[in-house]
């Protein structure tokens, strides 16, 4: 997703209530100083503190989509494939669209942002990406929820807009400077949007992965779709900050995904990986896992080259 993080940046720091610049200021001293914290109430997915008069949050990869009253239908691909067409494109066949619902939750001018912002997101992902099967509908709702999920059955990403407002809440906690705020919060909003990728290319491609392990994979993935190529800074903080967003958040006991803390460190481990000038920030979480890492002398370049490879190996046949 080369520029998709700049791209998406640039248009939400103005939606979410930024000044827009396009040049963030350096990373406050306070910047996340609080580590993953595993102490708050047991919750679900993504997020400890959901808006009020809403439900407990939900997993993520829904099998079942939220308003699932409708028997589940193995034909629902809108476009059947087209076995007539020559083998030579059979692997870019279909295109991400956005769909983006009716919001009580933005304002108008705000939520164009937001759907211009995808809009563009989408063309990247098509130019790169190719889908041989099905399109993917990436669907912008007010889901009376903070979630994110993919709809296997569908082919649906749906990004809650509850999200946005939850991450940019979230950013904004960490800091004093609420714009600095509003872009770590847009960053662990994309790195969301992202591990949904993860999730949807897993689908796509026929990527073989246990259930139990189906979190693990969409996180990889999700951070090497943002750390493939020409890798910025801007792609490495918005790992560490998805890292940083879902590792502050509790997991049910039961829950599929790994711990916050696993989740916080493997992301963190792939961004400092593909981007060691990470170790440069000022900004105290990244600088006491940085210390962390080298206390314990792991070493995140094959970490995180072990998991560009293989997510290289899933892409080969489909990328454009
Ligand atoms: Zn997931």
Known sequence: MKNVVLIICFSLLTACGGSGSSDPAPVDNDAASTPPDNTAPVDNDA???PPDNTAPVDNDVASTP???TAPVDNDVASTPPDNTAPDNTITDRFDFIVQS???????SQVDVELEGAFQR???ELNETYGLPDRKVTIILRDCGAINAFYDAVNSEVIMCRELLADTV????SQVLDDELGTLYGVYAFLYTFSHELGHTFVDHYN???SIGMSEQLADEIGAILMLRNDITREDALAVFEGGAYLGSHPTAYLDIHPTPANRYIDLFCLAYGAYPQLANEDNVLILATVAEFANQGRDCGPFYVSALDATESYFAPYLK
């Open 101 to 107: 619902e009716p919001t009580n939750l933005l304002d």
């Open 207 to 209: 990527i073989p992965v």
């Open 121 to 123: 997101l989408a063309d």
């Open 47 to 49: 997020a400890s503190t």
């Open 169 to 172: 809440r979230w950013g904004i």
């Open 66 to 68: 939220p308003d699932n």
